[in-house]
């Protein structure tokens, strides 16, 4: 199939033929639209769209878009989506009172994960990441980063980042790779920190490097590692080339945004816990803070200010954190509803956040995130719905008629 042709679309949301990176401030609530419209594909990319009046009579495929909108696919630039098994029973702990570092300290969380994974081979863990990848793709995502953290050895780290890159080369989805060794220590580790800070960066950063398996490092700072051992780990990842990513401020104001900011991070992520200090920081760098609203629902704990960040001028992105422990979701128009319903985002704020700025926060936003053409033709088609806000307003429906990847259906 080299050329397809979509008809009749109510809307086209998110046009920005200058690209212009990440939408900031009162930009955020801007969204170029163009009403009756149609939008031509071929090889891949957006060739032509416009008026309907001006509509192409053929291509090799047309699709009648009934009313419907079309949007660019969700950038989701946080998520763990490769993991060995769920945690539902950690989920009952939280339910009869225990804390996130009560259920850490009785065997669960990131280290009950590392166990699982690491008595799963390699095939069968690719086998059930793939199956929560065409379910996200199917839901709407065309890019997305992918974490490890879960092996916090050698061997269960490589292995993760494999099945990441085997993803990259068995979906059209773009995909980016994060090395987040540093995500928790294990437990023989427990009185040898250095030592295992030791082996992240002499030992896994050097090999994964020279496997080509990773385009970020990321380190988990709040309550886990500190700001020197932080700054350490990302200095060493950018010796080898590796960009940063932070896990910043999800369980306490840990100088996560600071030291993320001083390594040059492309994001700084969770952000539950910070202030104006850490927004005047954030306004004064090229760092995008992501904020992940799903975590605090499923976690009940406090949303990052999201609404404080964007009067203040920064661009902020939103995305799931998808995982097993702490966000075991990737149902973005879920995510969208608890971000205007939660943080009091305005639709327009959440649909910038979850398309242009997340393909900012993945530095694909010359190809992803947006309608122009010479872009991916990765986009979706909604159902007939009055608006786009109508998504997080009827949070209880499914609103997507037909994903489209790289000009291609998917069923």
């Known amino acids: 199939m080299s050329s397809l042709l979509i008809r009749n679309i109510k809307t086209i949301y998110g046009i920005n033929e200058h690209y212009g990176g990440i939408k900031s401030g009162t930009a955020m609530s801007q969204v170029s639209t163009l009403e009756d419209g149609f939008l ?23 699709v009648d ?16 989506l490769v993991f060995a098994t769920s945690r539902e029973e950690e989920f009952v702990y939280r339910l ?74 068995s979906y059209p989805v773009a995909i980016k790779a994060t090395f987040l060794g540093a995500h928790a220590f294990p437990m023989e580790y427990r009185n040898d920190r250095q030592g295992y800070i030791r ?18 490092i990321d380190v988990f700072v709040t309550k886990g590692f500190t700001v020197e051992e932080t700054d350490e780990i990302l200095k060493a990842g950018m010796r ?7 896990h910043a401020n999800e369980l306490a104001n840990s100088g996560g945004v600071q030291v993320g900011i ?36 499923f976690l009940d704990i406090p ?6 960040m964007i009067d203040a001028g920064l661009g902020v992105c939103l995305a799931t954190d998808f995982n097993p422990g ?31 700025n997340g393909a900012c926060a993945m530095e694909v936003e010359n190809i992803y995130g947006s309608i122009a053409i010479g872009k991916m033709a990765s986009l979706i088609i909604t159902r007939e719905i009055p608006s786009f806000a109508y998504i997080p307003y009827s949070f209880g429906e499914n609103h997507i008629k037909q994903v489209i990847v790289k000009g291609k259906l998917i069923n």
Request: proline share 4%.
């Open 40 to 62: 031509l594909a071929e090889y891949g990319q957006i060739k032509a769209y416009g008026a309907m009046v001006d509509c192409p009579d053929r291509a090799d495929v047309v």
């Open 65 to 80: 878009a009934d009313g419907g909108h079309l949007l660019p696919g969700w950038c989701d630039s946080h998520t763990h």
């Open 96 to 169: 009869k009172g225990m804390t996130y570092e009560e259920i850490a300290e009785k065997g669960g969380g990131i280290l009950n994960s590392a166990r699982k994974l690491g008595l799963m081979d390699e095939e069968e863990l690719y086998e059930a990441s793939a199956t929560r990848l065409e379910k996200a793709i199917r839901s709407g995502t065309t890019a997305i980063e992918i974490k490890s953290g879960y092996g916090l050895t050698l061997e269960s780290e490589l292995k993760m980042l494999r099945v990441i890159r085997r993803l990259k080369e």
């Open 199 to 216: 082996l992240i960066t002499e030992t896994m950063i050097p090999q994964i490097v020279h496997e080509g398996l990773a385009d970020y």
């Open 240 to 246: 080898y080339g590796l960009k940063a990513k932070i």
């Open 262 to 297: 001083e390594n040059g991070a492309v994001s700084v992520d969770h952000l539950e816990q910070i202030g104006s200090e850490e927004i005047e920081a954030l306004k004064k760098s090229k760092t995008i803070p992501t904020i992940l609203p799903s975590c605090s629902y």
């Open 303 to 308: 949303y990052a200010p999201a609404r404080t």
């Open 326 to 356: 702490t966000s075991p979701s990737a149902n973005i128009p879920l995510l969208l509803s608890l971000a205007c319903t939660q943080m009091k985002m305005l639709p327009e704020e959440a649909f910038n956040a979850i398309t242009v």
